[in-house]
């Protein structure tokens, strides 16, 4: 059963956290009201007063029954409800489109994860040469390519992926072997993008679409933003001087298979629940097999010094020994979550348009693991990045004493990006990362894993990696790793 939950329009004032009843599916009667579920839309108003957040998408399933609620407005210029079919741009969430696209064509024997990159791209190469022969699919969709991954295609329309694949890669040198260390990707998918596209002979936006989009019957989930226009959608959201304000210009990515998908929280909890169940399509045929289905949720590696682990496309977190599958999402001002428990029968996404959402999907996504699934990250649990911020504060706290900073000391690379120098100041570790970032005072809560004191945002993740030797060999910052000079 679904139930659809409208926001009625309201005086601009109101707007923020304000919604409607429950209202339920069209033509079905009325059912009463699931305790759990007000209690997190209570806890969504207050955030959004809290953090400021002009909009708000919830959904919930569980045991095969699906609630949506909008809260707030599209944008602050122009308020208009959110609604159910509302299009947010997910952001990074399209990372695990792009893993069920490729795992459809390894359904239907076009595509094999283990097989070299070169395979389907025979001219492909980064700045060394083994890892351009060893790198495969299976490497870039658990982020384990080796290469600095902060990158974002340029806007050639069609032939961005291509320019991509063929005049930026080549110029990347090697961070690690491939996988030997975990760090968040985006180059790693927009290859994958390129890749669908010649064994497909498709654009992206076209094969997205045929292989995902239309199958599953997600009716409002698009890339183009020709598209997207047709239909109602999000703005993001920032604070400045004071006052919270439309982020202009509108952008999403050239990157389509990393970050460039938007949708609704009607169709992103739709696809929750495909990934849930039996694999078929809207038409009853079967899409992926559950046997793939259960591939990408199976853990594929750790990531390196926390204790979070990495699926295929998804990434995978245990509390009270129940797995969660997750993926985030940060771009242009919208902060966004979709998170599915199998064992618990329970999905849930939590969409955002404002940069500071991040602290609203942390504070619901917690609340929502415990009433639902009676589950809570334990004091002190190392955790690795999602592709949403994630602040270590919330449930960790100092090492004492600290560990010995010299072995964390010294200068780290990730080229093309910049340089993160690591020092001692004042009795404990600096981190400076190039870019205008203010240094950052770090404290350890683990082994080798810390976080800021102060700096881009109180939380934010620092993981020290450590070679087979035992020496610390690389720096993670908030989720993307840095090679140490000798």
């Known amino acids: 059963m679904l139930r659809r939950d409208f926001l009625s329009l309201a005086p601009l004032p109101a707007l923020l956290g304000a919604s409607t009843p429950a209202a339920a599916q069209r033509g079905a009667a009325a059912t009463p009201a699931d305790p759990r579920f007000e209690a997190i839309a209570a806890l969504v108003r207050e955030k959004m007063r809290a953090y400021r957040v002009p909009g708000v998408g919830l959904g919930v399933t569980v045991n095969g029954a699906t609630t949506l609620r ?61 890892t351009s022969r060893q790198v495969t699919l299976w490497h870039c969709l658990t982020h384990t390519p080796g290469w600095e991954g902060q990158l974002t ?17 080549p110029t990347l040198p090697a961070l690690a072997p491939a996988g030997r260390v975990w760090s968040y990707n985006n180059a790693g998918f927009a290859l994958t993008g390129r890749i669908l596209e010649v064994v497909t002979g498709k654009s992206i936006h076209d094969a997205l679409r045929d292989l995902v989009f239309a199958p599953l019957g997600l009716g409002h989930t698009v890339t183009r933003l020709t598209e997207a226009m047709t239909y109602r959608f999000t703005l993001g959201h920032r604070d400045r001087d004071g006052q919270v304000e439309v982020i202009r210009p509108f952008q999403t990515t050239s990157s389509t298979t990393a970050g460039g998908v938007l949708t609704s929280m009607a169709d992103i909890m739709r696809y929750a629940r495909f ?29 390196h010094a926390t204790t979070d682990q990495m699926g295929v496309g998804w990434h995978l977190r245990t509390m009270g020994g129940v797995t969660t599958l997750a993926h985030g999402g940060t771009l242009n001002g919208h902060c966004l979550l979709l998170q599915l428990v199998p064992s618990k029968a329970l999905a849930f996404t939590v969409l955002t348009n404002h940069v500071d959402g991040w602290r609203l999907v942390q504070d619901v996504e917690a609340a929502i693991l415990k009433r639902y699934a009676g589950v809570a990250l334990a004091s002190g649990q190392v955790i690795g990045h999602r592709g949403v911020n994630e602040a270590m504060t919330f449930h960790a706290a100092p090492l004492v004493p600290q560990p010995r900073l010299d072995d964390y000391m010294g200068t780290y690379q990730r080229p093309p990006v910049g340089t993160v120098h690591v020092r001692a100041a004042g009795g404990r570790l600096v981190v400076a990362v190039g870019g205008g970032q203010a240094d950052a005072p770090i404290t350890f809560y683990g082994p080798d894993v810390a976080y800021a004191l102060s700096g881009q945002y109180v939380g934010m993740p620092y993981e020290f990696i450590r070679d087979d030797t035992g020496i610390v060999s690389w720096i993670r910052v908030n989720g993307r790793i840095a090679r140490r000079v000798p």
């Open 70 to 130: 909008g809260f707030g407005v599209t944008s602050l210029d122009d308020p208009r409800p959110i609604s159910p079919d509302t299009l947010f741009t997910i952001a990074s969430i399209s990372k695990t489109v792009t893993a069920t696209a490729v795992m459809r064509l390894v359904e239907l024997g076009t595509l094999d994860l283990k097989a070299p990159i070169q395979r389907y791209l025979p001219d492909f190469r980064i700045a060394d040469d083994e």
């Open 153 to 169: 295609t340029e806007d050639r329309g069609a032939e961005a992926l291509a320019h991509f694949a063929a005049a930026i890669m």
């Open 275 to 303: 990934h849930m169940g039996d694999g078929k399509d809207a038409q009853d045929a079967t899409h992926i097999s559950r046997r793939l289905l259960d591939l990408m949720q199976t853990p594929q590696l750790s990531k």
